[in-house]
């Protein structure tokens, strides 16, 4: 399947016009098509347009309300608690971190909890917003669960990500966006449709089991049927999988338990009492002024250093370059911004289908 | 070789008497011995009474300050920045979180950097003086370089541990404290004792590649020869030891930069123009007032069932118990708080040799 290169300008108009043929705001269309195509330019296709059918599907069965505001429950100077009110995940990703920000910019620093959102895209998203603002940026989320803690065998929790930003001056910024997961579901897709089995430590089977049988893992996750992707650090305690399932409690601790809505096997449509109701995802954002701690000319002279210094030490055999978290996706930005996105040809079909049904031109080509 | 148990009230009496002797005032001498016995007491022997001979070391060698007082450089309501005047670790730690504490009690979050400190012994020390508080804590400190990067082979950056930690009601408190490697030195050092390979993909030789030599690697390590251990995650990026090497990154990026200290490979007496100088370590304190964003009550109810529901879901084959984050260490608290704290012959050895040098009588049985 050789990739079709689109202009990814082009790309976040299309994918706005949909979501306005669905009846979101155009503002709020225009949000959550960048969060989208922001995870294509920074070679994430897991997270970006490929998904787009699913926020389609989700508006149209009623589990993403389309017109919504969200609202400020509580507030202080510092801290906020939103209701995304059953909304795209996105633009209410986009207002929490943005009043984290304003927080933190007044105030020092600034966390904001959301709660009854859905999917909101890549966490990298919402922590790099500080960025433009000389801020740390921390982004979380929790998700439908598809882990197992340690130990366990039912899927219990989220891929949960977390992001951490921080500016550098002559260095790109540092930007840690990973699911505590080993992998998220969509590397097993991957590996799924390409035929292959999965590396022994991704997931274990519906006994709680490692395995390496791909579409195993994925017949059973769909069916809610036992087992799932494991923890970072794998099974059991040996190579300290408890650590990253500690690591995905925190941000279900933060997402879910703080900001007052569901938590790990209940973030999905199927609700406790057998109802199908809202997927109920929570966010947790903030925001940390450096120049309330030192200098922030300093501070960037001493990331420029570390994230230099660890660059430039010595490779182990046969490695030729050490990275820093983010450097891979800027370099794809970097690359698509010019050569233009790719999208599998499942993705342009996808979108050429929704360009007919909704009568919005299909002309995204770089 | 058997365990002698002693009681840990007088245990911390007699560290405390060590450090009187030293020159350290009482109060701080109090609170590095407390946190070094609740270290032992929470079956955390590695970061115990075990390395009593370590700081008394760093007093006499004049790379640990006895007598000095920490200093905030700089205060905002919500924020510090705290120079320790390479003074032990404990009690700038202690200041440090008391300091976040209150500003979260007043202004909903405290944040607190630490500068020019020393190892401070179990991060989780510090972020579970929240909890008496019904704060959220945070705690994370960088430490002496002794892990790889991603695809390197020289020691850039510590173990660099994190600890988060929130209240329930009926449940105990999530308390999650970790170094971002997949194990800590201590771990290797116990191995070594006792003869015993590394599992593979603990640590890494000194071209870089895994090993399961234990002697080499830690012979590696005394000598600055390179390899190390392995970021949470393993070697390269089958396993995603990335994310383990992106949070140690996180870890040094708010306790080393964000603090104004040294960082990764400088966290330690020799400095980079080759002279002898403080260690330099940093630590980063933070608390939330959970009221802030949701009544506390609903939280704590939130966290029972998340970490009930956890407790109580299907185990792996052959597993037994699931696990929540600092479930172990309470029940060895209990455990050793009647029982007495378990000593291996070694530490009772160099406790009977500081009770003999300095005069204090060693009357720590239980």
Redesign the interface.
């Known amino acids: 399947m050789a990739d079709t290169y689109v202009d990814d300008v082009k790309l976040t108009k299309f994918c706005t016009e949909v979501f306005v043929r669905l009846g979101v705001p155009r503002k709020d269309a225009h949000i959550t098509s960048e969060v989208l195509v922001a995870s294509d330019l920074r070679g994430i296709p897991s997270h970006g347009v490929a998904r787009l059918m699913r926020y389609v599907d989700g508006i149209r069965a009623g589990t993403i309300l389309p017109k919504v505001k969200p609202k400020i429950l ?1 507030e ?4 906020a ?1 939103i209701d995304a009110k059953h909304g795209l995940g996105q633009p209410a990703g986009f207002f929490g971190m943005n009043l984290a920000i304003k927080k933190a910019k007044r ?3 600034g ?1 904001v ?1 959301v709660r009854n959102s859905n999917h909101y895209g890549i966490a990298g998203y919402y922590s790099m917003m500080a960025l433009k603002n000389n801020l ?1 940026g921390i982004s979380m989320t929790n998700s439908a669960p598809l882990a ?7 899927s ?2 989220g891929t949960n990500p977390i992001s ?1 930003v ?1 500016p550098a001056a002559k260095q790109r910024p ?1 930007v ?1 966006d ?1 699911a ?1 997961t ?2 998220p579901r969509g590397k097993l897709e991957v590996l799924n449709r390409l035929g292959r089995p999965l ?1 022994l ?2 997931a ?1 089977d519906e ?3 490692p395995t390496t049988d791909t579409a195993r893992v994925l017949d059973n996750m769909g069916k809610a049927a ?1 087992g799932g992707v494991l923890p ?4 059991g305690e ?3 999988g ?6 995905s ?2 941000v ?3 997402s ?5 809505t569901d ?3 209940w973030v999905k449509t199927k609700k406790k009492d057998g109802s199908k109701g809202f997927i109920n995802v929570g966010h947790f954002f903030g925001a ?3 120049d ?3 200098p922030l000319r ?2 960037k002279g ?2 420029d ?2 994230l230099g ?2 660059k430039g ?5 046969g ?1 030729k ?5 983010g450097e891979k996706e800027f370099e794809k930005y970097d690359l698509y911004k010019k050569k233009g996105v790719p999208l599998q040809d499942k993705v342009v079909a996808a979108l050429k289908g929704a360009s007919k049904e909704l009568g919005i031109p299909y002309n995204i080509k770089k």
Chains 1, 2 share one sequence.
Do not use: C, Q
Not at 148 to 154: C, E, L, S
Not at 232 to 235: D, E, I, P, T
Not at 256 to 260: C, D, F, I, R, S
Not at 313 to 317: D, E, F, T, W
């Open positions: 509580k202080s100077s510092t801290t608690a105030s020092g620093v966390f909890t740390i197992v803690p340690t130990f366990g065998r039912a219990m929790i951490v921080a540092y840690l990973m505590t080993v992998v590396p430590g991704w274990v006994r709680g089991v036992g970072l650090g794998g099974a040996d190579l300290s408890h650590k990253g399932y500690g690591m409690l925190m279900d601790m933060f879910g338990a703080l900001a007052g938590f790990g096997p940390l002024k450096i309330n701690f030192i300093r501070f001493i990331m250093e570390m210094g660890l030490s010595n490779k182990a055999k490695e370059r050490i990275f820093i978290h």
